[in-house]
């Protein structure tokens, strides 16, 4: 019984201690790259951040077709409108 307790102490010091790797996909200070299989890559750049119950990221519009002839400015990322996280 001691054992364990000295065991859940030292656990329970050392805690605030301890640190993790940040595996996010998306963050709002960095561009994130991703490749596909056949090597194409592409980034994501977050234009701005909703913090209420999640998170919501907004990415930068991208140029985008509209048809075979006319293409729009405004377009959604090719990661969509916002990303909830």
């Not at 001691?2 to 709002?28: C, D, E, G, H």
């Not at 790259?33 to 913090?51: E, M, Q």
Request: glycine content about 4%; proline content about 6%; charged content about 20%.
């Amino acid at each position: 019984m001691k054992k364990v307790i000295a065991i859940l102490w030292y656990a329970l010091m050392f805690l605030p201690f301890l640190s993790a790797q940040n595996y996010q996909t998306i963050n709002r200070n960095r561009i994130t790259y991703f490749s596909n299989a056949s090597g194409k890559i592409k980034c994501v750049r977050i234009d701005s951040v909703k913090n209420e119950k999640d998170s919501v990221f907004y990415p930068f519009k991208n140029i985008r077709p509209l048809n075979y002839m006319c293409h729009t400015p405004f377009g959604p990322s090719w990661i969509g409108e916002k990303v909830i996280i």
